[in-house]
């Protein structure tokens, strides 16, 4: 059966004159990793904890199945949570957990239980003060899966991993999601999370720029075709009729958007063009990603 959806529904929250959420809505579905993506201090972490009960709202909601947590019969079942530096350096793995294994009024067993599935079970009686970063983000998801809930709400859960700690973050996300999970992941780095997400909500400055799935982005990436010709006023012509949405880049050289190179050099074929340049060019994620949360983004 399907998880619960996450929604926002036209969250605000200021901090005094700081508009840390400013009317943001989006949805995260069931059976897939939403990426929850800005740069620091785009309001990520204040519309987390608005999900789950740590902060309230100014105004605006913020819902898992169409409730607000505090109207959950057993959020611990239901959603798991974890966020940065919720661990008291002093004490073993297994103690932080059985902490919080009480507040969620989970048995106890079910510490050991998470930390298999987090692969910590060696560390289990180690302090958390001695963790690497990877180990720590391991034992904040074994913290989140206490409740063994359906909906994992995790704050820059990949923040700090080395490319191995990625990847298996990556395999348990997409693994916790395709068994129907809904996971809502946070991040100030695309590159981090491009390969774990399926969708994207993208926000800078309390504000939604972007929520789509992350091919989409990819497609807003790639399909740019750069031509040159030695004929300029041919090529002028030939972009008048066939692609008008071309842009020049001087006289003799210009780009097309939203097309493959196989399209403009048919077309020039077909035109006796002749073309001393087609290439398909494309931006990175992350110079999308980049434009998307500039500030003159927000203007
Ligand atoms: N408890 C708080 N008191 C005052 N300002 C806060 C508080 N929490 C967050 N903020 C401010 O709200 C804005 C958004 O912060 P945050 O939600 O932590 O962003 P992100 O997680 O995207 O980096 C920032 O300007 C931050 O300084
Ligand atoms: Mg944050």
New binding site residues.
């Given amino acids: 059966m399907d998880a619960p959806a996450i929604e926002i529904r036209s969250l605000t929250k200021t ?2 004159s ?1 508009h ?1 959420v400013n009317d943001l809505s989006f949805t995260a579905g069931p059976g897939r990793v939403t990426g929850f993506l ?1 740069p ?8 987390l904890r608005a999900l789950v009960g740590l902060v309230t709202a100014t105004s605006g909601e913020a819902l898992i199945g169409g409730r607000p947590y505090g109207a959950l019969e057993h959020p611990a079942q239901v959603v798991g949570a974890h966020f940065e530096g919720a661990f008291h350096p002093g004490r073993s793995a297994r103690d932080h957990l059985r902490v919080y294994a009480s507040q969620a009024k989970v048995d106890t067993g079910r510490c050991d239980e998470v930390l298999a599935m987090v692969g910590l079970t060696e560390a289990a009686g180690r302090r958390v003060r001695g963790f690497s970063m990877g180990m720590r983000q391991r034992l904040g998801l074994a913290t989140a899966l206490l409740g063994d809930p359906q909906v994992l709400v995790l704050d820059e859960s990949a923040n700090g991993l080395d490319p191995a700690g990625v990847q298996w973050l990556r395999s348990f996300l997409k693994a916790f999601a395709a068994r129907g999970g809904t996971v809502l992941l ?1 991040s ?1 780095l695309l590159s981090e999370v491009e390969l774990t997400v399926d969708d994207v909500v993208i926000v800078a400055g ?1 504000r939604l720029r972007r929520a789509c799935a992350i091919t989409d982005l990819r497609e807003e990436a790639s399909a740019q075709v750069r031509i040159a010709s030695p004929d300029g006023d041919k090529l002028t012509a030939f972009l008048r009729d066939r692609f008008p949405a071309a842009q020049a880049l001087s006289a003799t050289a210009a780009t097309v958007p939203g097309v493959t190179a196989a399209q403009v050099g048919a077309a020039a074929f077909a035109d006796g063009l002749e073309l001393h340049e087609l290439a398909e060019s494309a931006d990175s994620l992350e110079t999308v990603f980049l434009r998307l949360t500039s500030q003159e983004a927000a203007a």
């Fill in positions: 901090f005094g700081v840390a800005g620091n201090g785009a309001g990520k972490s204040t519309t946070s100030h309390g």
